[in-house]
């Protein structure tokens, strides 16, 4: 597994998009061309070791409106939340207009499909990669609603840019603290799904759980539902078990504590697996699994590759069985 290639990048922008959420642009150091990216993509922050060195991952948010399509900046913005693990507060606080940090190059695991008809759903900051998919569809006269689900008006990002641009007729606000009759009509967003629509989803986990349920109540085929989680919910870890890992290319043994993951157990006998997020949201730790039942915790695989038992996220998954054996 190699490690994602990194780009030197300095702050020329920091913006208040709204309370609690601020926008960051992102150039090279050395003024060339940023890499091309697709809608639904992410960049890892490595953010300085004075800061706790923490590694977050944020969605492009690029807007052809308001970056005139420039090939020499990045969008992203994020929210501060004090009950997280220090990366959104470091980015608030600590990095500001000017400050050259490291990122990766763009991945994605939310790309945009070609359809007939897509619905975007939006909780809170997971408006981030449904921006970018909104205005390419946008750019392309796709056939598109936004649906924007905030908790009021002054907690919603990008609210003014949007009503200013061609997306405004395509876009939705419903807000928590509004009046009734704006508030999301799930059922009736999701109504009679067509053969050729695609739904993408992101935001808060209990938002993607229940346009999720809603929808395939509703009828929509699995494939044609996507979604991004940007945190894993909180597991149940009163019943941990301990277990062993075996690495298939030296045949060496090592025992998992109850309370340690994977990751953190082998770390400890120099054994290095790339992590990043250390959630099971971004991926970047998957590792091959050739024996053994897997306990899986990760927001990354489907339930068919879970079910295929054939990998999984040594960050935060675990074993039913007595033994792993894993492809490193």
Not at 89 to 103: F, K, L, N, Q
Request: glycine share 8%.
């Amino acid at each position: 597994m190699t490690a994602q290639e990194t780009l030197q990048v300095r702050v020329v922008a920091k913006r208040t998009e709204a309370d609690g959420i601020a926008s960051f642009e992102l150039a090279r150091v050395d003024g060339a061309e940023l890499p091309p990216f697709s809608a639904g993509s992410h960049i890892d922050v490595h953010l300085p070791q004075s800061v706790g060195g923490l590694t977050r991952q944020y969605s492009l948010c690029n807007a052809s409106h308001t970056l005139k399509d420039d090939p020499h900046r990045y969008r992203i913005a994020v929210l501060r939340d004090a009950a997280s693990r220090g990366g959104s507060v470091a980015m608030h606080d600590s990095v500001h207009e000017g400050d050259v940090i490291t990122i990766s190059t763009p991945r994605n695991h939310f790309a945009l499909h070609p359809a007939q008809r897509t619905v975007l759903l939006a909780g809170g900051i997971g408006v981030t990669p449904l921006l970018c998919m909104a205005d390419r569809l946008a750019g392309t006269g796709a056939d598109f609603a936004l649906h924007y689900c905030t908790r009021s008006v002054e907690r919603t990002a990008f609210a003014r840019e949007i009503a200013a641009s061609p997306l405004a007729a395509h876009t939705h606000f419903h807000f928590d603290a509004g009046a009734p009759e704006q508030k999301l009509d799930l059922p009736a967003v999701l109504a009679a799904p067509g053969a050729d629509t695609r739904l993408y989803v992101c935001g808060p986990a209990g938002f993607i759980d229940h346009v999720v349920t809603t929808a395939r109540a509703l009828g929509w085929a699995q494939d044609h539902i996507h979604l991004e989680y940007f945190g894993a919910p909180a597991q149940d870890t009163s019943g941990d078990q301990g277990f062993e890992v075996r690495i298939a290319s030296t045949g060496k043994v090592y025992p998992i504590a109850p309370d340690v993951s994977v990751v953190e157990a082998l770390r400890g006998h120099g054994i290095d697996i790339l992590t990043s997020c250390e959630q099971g949201v971004c991926g970047t730790c998957l590792t091959r699994v050739l024996e053994g039942e897997v306990d899986h915790r990760d927001m990354y695989l489907t339930e068919e590759e879970k079910a295929a038992n054939e990998q999984f996220m040594p960050c935060c998954s675990r074993a039913r069985s007595k033994l792993l054996v894993l492809d490193l």
